[in-house]
């Protein structure tokens, strides 16, 4: 923070212009994004609220885990997949399906190929 400075006359001077602060303790913080989740172990957070608005500050050990996509395959797809080249296997239709992420027109040629 600021050099020289005693942390209760910062702390003081922090709550004269309206900003609290306070520690949260927490064992694991986990940010969710569309490709990746961010991991944060043995967190060191300070919430602080100014003016009405809230804020945290995080550190620790980060991190980045790539998410896996799940592709759900429809009855829908595998039942226009097994229309299309004659297969009547739905397992086999299912495993083309996931194997193409879910690409219709993919999984056709793989199984008709």
Known sequence: MMPNVDPRTL?????????????????????????KDIVIDSPQIMQIEAQGSVSFQISGNIQEKPKSVKMEVTDEDIQMVMEKTGVTDREKVKKALEDANGDIAQAIVSLTG
């Open 11 to 35: 702390k003081n001077m922090m709550a004269k212009m309206g900003i609290k602060s306070s520690e949260i303790e927490a064992v694991r913080v986990v940010i969710e994004c569309n490709d």
